[in-house]
């Protein structure tokens, strides 16, 4: 489990988890094995299971990492200064979107296989899950709050809007017709609009 | 293949159909056996073939009748004269989550297992899931035609309101503290505003 940035054992974890993604995204957690895995890094098995015991927690560290770095992420791009909620509003969605169009397989991974996580596993997935919901939560209520946003039931336009920007995954491809700047552009309107805010900037 | 409804045979079938979903559901297509379905059901596998000759074939036939059903459901709830956009809109949001919500497993199966399809088989799938995209592309376009919505991209739009309100269908549970009909009455004042069409209902 040694694992130092930039040592071979780092590298060699990096390349596992970006071919693990990659597979399970593809095919599905129980239709992987180890082996295929091992192959397609170009490792011996032995040295797979060296960085992870079993294929079930190599998908837990996925998953925990891939919420993790959201947080992280999420966390620097917030503190650069964005103080009205409108702003922090549409700077969620910007940073949302442009966060896990950079990391499709994860996202995949991370969206659809839930039910391969252990009871054990799943409770803190969905601990960093409500974390990060509270964070989109607090900007709603402290929208609503300052009277600029018209909000009935917080809790439910928390995951109305995530899984409205999270959809975006699923289809758009960077060669469409729309850039992700503009796309980012059109959920950040939709968003403001959906919330009540919409005075502000379509008027 | 003999499938006369209310025959025993069509009976089985209708029991294949449902055990096929719940398990698939639960532990994903890769992971469930011809053989643990057939113990499921209770019947010899033999017995499971005759109806569904490979397992990708009645991954197929689940996805296919699932599409077909939505599609027969909506036309039926929208031909009782809904009129102007934004009744049409609610219609369309409210027949979704009502339809969704009572096909939990299929609903997961078809948004899960895309992956498992064969490409011949995908074609088909993805052209039903575009006839019903266009449904409510179509509602939108005509409402904003009407100067009711404000619409800046209609296919970005009609994504964004799919996945939102399908979005529902992950977390929602009938013993939550909002009714199903008080989810809809939400969810369809989000669409409305995200639409633009808020001044006609919250003003």
């Known amino acids: 489990m040694a694992r130092t940035i930039g040592s071979d054992g780092g590298k060699t974890e990096a390349a596992i988890r970006l071919a693990a993604a990659g597979l399970i995204a593809r095919h599905g957690f129980e239709a992987v094995s180890m082996r295929q895995l091992a192959s397609e890094v170009g490792v011996q098995v032995a040295a797979l299971y060296r960085y992870f015991p ?3 927690d190599l998908l837990f560290k996925l998953m925990s990492r891939h919420m993790e770095e959201l947080l992280t992420s999420w ?9 009205q909620p409108t702003e922090r509003l549409s700077a969620f969605v910007e940073h949302h979107i442009r966060f896990h169009l950079g990391r499709r397989e994860t996202t995949h991974v991370s969206n659809l296989e839930l039910r391969s996580l252990s009871p054990e596993q799943l409770t803190p997935i969905l601990a960093l899950r409500a974390r990060y919901e509270t964070e989109l939560r607090t900007i709603l209520q402290e929208g609503a709050d300052a009277g600029r946003f018209a909000i009935e039931d917080t809790a439910l336009t928390t995951m109305a809007i995530i899984q409205m920007i999270t959809g975006v995954i699923v289809w758009y491809r960077p060669q469409d017709r729309l850039s992700v700047d503009e796309l980012i552009a059109h959920y950040s309107i939709m968003t ?8 502000d900037h379509t008027d």
């Open 54 to 56: 079993t294929k079930q």
């Open 192 to 199: 403001l609009r959906l919330v009540g805010a919409a005075h």
């Open 75 to 83: 966390n620097g791009a917030v503190s650069k200064g964005v103080d």
